[in-house]
């Protein structure tokens, strides 16, 4: 059982460059959600999907896409990198929309902007 | 909005001691859910242990326990016993049972230190 996995691990992006990041789960989960951390802060919700088909902005979406075109995948976009976005992406997904339920992190991407 | 604030970057603590780490939080709703996560230099963040307001009771999961209180909006994670696998960053969470997707509120984080 992998759980939740993440593609690419590390990736160097030059300004203006465009890149997706590639969140996977086999739990069969409804949940899926993308965060980034930056040093010295906790995670930040960028955005978040509760369902196959469906995205919904999170707390700092500006700069990011989303997909979720089927539910165990969920993309994050970049479509014009800034040095801005240089900090570490994790995805996280849950089982149901239950407030108790216990959200599962991927490892992580470390995305650094040129 | 909530807000979740760890006031300790840093902790250290001596292999087999006791140590507590701080979270406050701010919220205006009488249920709600507090998480602790750990995130050791793999990256990967694991939970350590939760929290439903509405339980009076404090969580325990083995070597790891809460102090939970609801009026001062205080929950703090205390390590008993510490080892040497439990050096890595712990992040303090808020959960509403409001909140779209059940989205998370992080603190920002204190890095556990743990020596031999």
């Known amino acids: 059982n992998a759980g939740v996995t993440q593609t690419p691990k590390f990736r160097v992006l030059k300004t203006g460059q465009s890149m997706t990041l590639l969140c996977a789960q086999d739990m069969n989960h409804e949940y899926m959600y993308w965060y980034r951390q930056d040093p010295g802060m906790g995670l930040r919700l960028i955005h978040y999907s509760v369902g196959e088909g469906t995205t919904a902005k999170g707390e700092v979406p500006d700069g990011y896409n989303v997909s979720r075109l089927k539910k165990q995948n969920f993309l994050l976009g970049l479509e014009s990198a800034a040095p801005s976005q240089t900090s570490v992406y994790f995805c996280a997904s849950g089982r149901t929309g239950v407030s108790t339920d216990t959200q599962y992190f991927g490892p992580g991407t470390r995305l650094t902007v040129l | 909005a909530q807000t979740v604030t760890q006031s300790q970057p840093e902790m250290s603590v001596q292999e087999a001691e006791t140590v507590t780490l701080s979270c406050t939080y701010d919220t205006s709703e009488s249920d709600y859910y507090l998480f602790w996560y750990k995130q050791p230099p793999s990256r990967q963040m694991i939970l350590v242990i939760r929290q439903e307001a509405y339980k009076q009771q404090n969580a325990t999961e083995n070597r790891f326990s809460v102090n939970f209180q609801k009026a001062a909006k205080s929950f703090s994670l205390k390590i008993s016993d510490s080892q040497l696998g439990d050096a890595a960053m712990y992040f303090c969470?808020?959960?509403?049972?409001?909140?779209?997707?059940?989205?998370?509120?992080f603190g920002g984080g204190t890095r556990l230190m743990v020596k031999p």
């Open positions: 969470a808020y959960r509403s049972p409001l909140g779209a997707g059940n989205m998370l509120t």
